[in-house]
């Protein structure tokens, strides 16, 4: 794909996630159903980013994302992983109770998070343990205004210290053995990307 396409597709994306938080604050029921789209959208600019033409990104990429969606079904099931939760109907089509998108949604923002954390430090432990807890922050984020968008609910409102702590070793380890090949691709729009999420749900948590 050519630059310029790829260019008008991430500023298209801006303009979506600024409608969409304007959108959700003032007519919440017509723009929640487009949330999955919205980030599979985001998803979709990040990946033609990415070397698409490398196999072993793609098949790293998806593999971070397969391991995710385990670890949910796990996690719904038991309890055991991140406390007791279960999803909603927000985010699009659940398979065994969890939603596909939120898989692909938690496998970009790990890989993002490792683009951005790469740029600036070198070592792979302090990469990987800086962009585990960044992606942490974006979900202690959501976290706030999950309930409130039909996403997840947890049993007695907000999660515990566990969910947290379970996500930055998922975040660190699910993406260990991949290190090598995630880390390539643009970190301008993987920054960019993570800024968008942050400021859209932040946005979200003020106003609604």
């Known amino acids: 794909m050519k630059e310029t396409y790829k260019s008008y597709f991430l500023y298209f994306l801006i303009l979506v996630y600024i409608s969409g938080s304007i959108g959700f604050v003032v007519n919440p029921s017509f723009f929640s159903p487009f949330t999955p789209y919205t980030l599979l959208l985001t998803c979709f600019v990040f990946l033609i980013h990415t070397p698409l ?52 949604n938690w496998a970009m923002l790990i890989c993002a998070g490792i683009k951005v954390v790469s740029r600036i430090f070198t070592n792979k432990i302090i ?15 959501i976290e706030q205004v999950a309930p409130k968008l039909d996403f997840w609910q947890f049993e007695g409102g907000l999660p515990d210290l566990q969910n947290y702590l379970s996500w930055i070793g998922v975040a660190f380890f699910t993406s ?28 979200l948590f003020i106003f609604i």
């Open 53 to 104: 033409a490398d196999k072993k990104f793609i098949i790293a990429f998806f593999s971070i994302a397969f391991l995710g969606f385990i670890i949910e079904v796990v996690g719904v099931k038991t309890g055991l992983i991140f406390g007791k939760y279960s999803y909603g109907n927000g985010l699009g089509y659940k398979f065994l109770n969890v939603p596909l998108v939120i898989s692909i």
């Open 127 to 141: 990469v990987l343990v800086l962009a585990a807890l960044l992606v942490t922050g974006i979900d202690l984020i």
């Open 176 to 203: 260990y053995f991949f290190y090598p090949t995630i880390i390539k691709g643009n970190h301008t729009v993987s920054l960019i990307i993570l800024i968008l999420q942050v400021i859209f749900f932040t946005f």
